[in-house]
């Protein structure tokens, strides 16, 4: 069974100051990983991917997470946070071609932007 | 653009009513989903479909059924409601061909039962 878990529930960072959310995957198979961000009132919109190609993503928004296999970690940074990024952020993991088609989710971290 | 569509934002229902979910997709995705997210835990699976009259369950499935008589369309029915169904729910759509599993969500629908 595959399970996601984010380190720190709440993140606090001053406007410009890098952000660096925490994930760390299991997975009994090569996992595909996800970042997806939620803003107030809406759903979920995907942030990057990792599929196995190159470790280190680039996403939308100047995001970007590194799959580091030997700590089965997925961390999402940015070097210099706005006050948009203000939201709640969810790593998630599928189970690569095995054929579950579902994501497991972690249970997400909320980002907050000091001015 | 993918868009999936939640037909109601907002509900407001009474403990032992039969509540219908409903959720479109536009860009003919085979499979769909059902999450439940509430604070500290995150999304969890209730049930989803990868085939017209098909389902399988997630992972809390329990006082839920699904209805999926056609591709673009899956519905969340919960038979009796009770308080602790009060939650946000969101639909998800993916391809069938795409083995990434990346999901489409829709806004979600905010269910309180009183």
């Known amino acids: 069974a595959q399970s996601v878990t984010q380190l720190g529930s709440h993140v606090s960072v001053s406007e410009g100051a890098l952000v660096l959310l925490r994930c760390n995957y299991s997975?009994?198979?090569?996992?595909?990983l996800f970042w997806y961000v939620q803003y107030p009132n809406q759903g979920l919109q995907l942030l990057l991917k990792y599929t196995s190609a190159a470790t280190l993503v680039k996403g939308i928004n100047g995001f970007e997470a590194e799959f580091k296999k030997s700590e089965t970690s997925f961390h999402l940074t940015k070097p210099s946070a706005h006050m948009s990024d203000a939201a709640e952020y969810f790593c998630?993991?599928?189970?690569?071609?095995?054929?579950?088609?579902?994501?497991?989710f972690g249970s997400g971290t909320r980002l907050q932007v000091q001015p | 653009d993918v868009k999936v569509t939640q037909s109601s934002r907002y509900l407001v229902k009474r403990t032992g009513e039969k509540v219908f979910l409903e959720c479109v997709q536009d860009m003919d995705h085979e499979n769909m989903f059902w999450y439940r997210q509430d604070p500290g835990l995150g999304l969890r699976l209730i049930y989803f479909?990868?085939?017209?009259?098909?389902?399988e369950k997630g992972d809390i499935p329990e006082g839920y059924s699904v209805s999926r008589e056609k591709k673009e369309r899956f519905s969340l029915i919960l038979e009796s409601a009770s308080t602790n169904q009060t939650s946000m729910y969101l639909c998800?759509?993916?391809?069938?061909?795409?083995?990434?599993?990346?999901?489409?969500f829709g806004e979600g629908s905010r269910l309180t039962v009183l």
């Open positions: 998800a759509s993916s391809l069938g061909t795409s083995n990434t599993g990346e999901l489409f």
């Open positions: 998630a993991v599928s189970e690569g071609d095995t054929g579950r088609r579902a994501l497991t």
């Open positions: 479909s990868y085939d017209v009259k098909m389902k």
């Open positions: 997975s009994s198979v090569p996992p595909y």
